[in-house]
């Protein structure tokens, strides 16, 4: 079993950044691939960033290729965001989701764990 708990969502202008964090709880967390994702109001959930579980693979949507940067600490349980010149269409609730076997697929319904979810909120 693995929890999860994001945080370090907020408010931002745009252009500014914002650093999400997502940690988990379980012995196993080393293991398992971890997935952000973001759903706006009215649209589906979609995968942002995705990170392997040693973390030698990362994979990125398009829309924030070279703005995001996604870190994992295993020793902390942790997986970070990097969020660097943020725009308006950023602006989402943002999910951290992990794969038990160790991969990020974008299709959300493959991940067995969800965290709660932090909301980002990017002003023009």
Excluded: H
């Amino acid at each position: 079993q693995v929890q999860l708990v994001e945080s370090g969502g907020g408010l931002v202008q745009a252009g500014g950044s914002l650093r999400l964090s997502c940690a988990a709880s379980g012995r196993t967390f080393s293991t398992y691939g971890v997935g952000w994702f973001r759903q706006a109001p009215g649209q589906e959930r979609e995968f942002v960033v995705g990170i392997w579980w040693n973390g030698g693979n990362t994979y990125y949507a398009d829309s924030v290729k070279g703005r995001f940067t996604i870190s994992r600490d295993n020793a902390k349980n942790t997986v970070y965001l990097q969020m660097n010149s943020t725009k308006p269409e950023d602006t989402a609730v943002y999910y951290c989701a992990a794969n038990r076997d160790g991969t990020t697929p974008i299709d959300p319904y493959r991940y067995d764990y969800w965290g709660q979810g932090t909301q980002v909120t990017v002003s023009s």
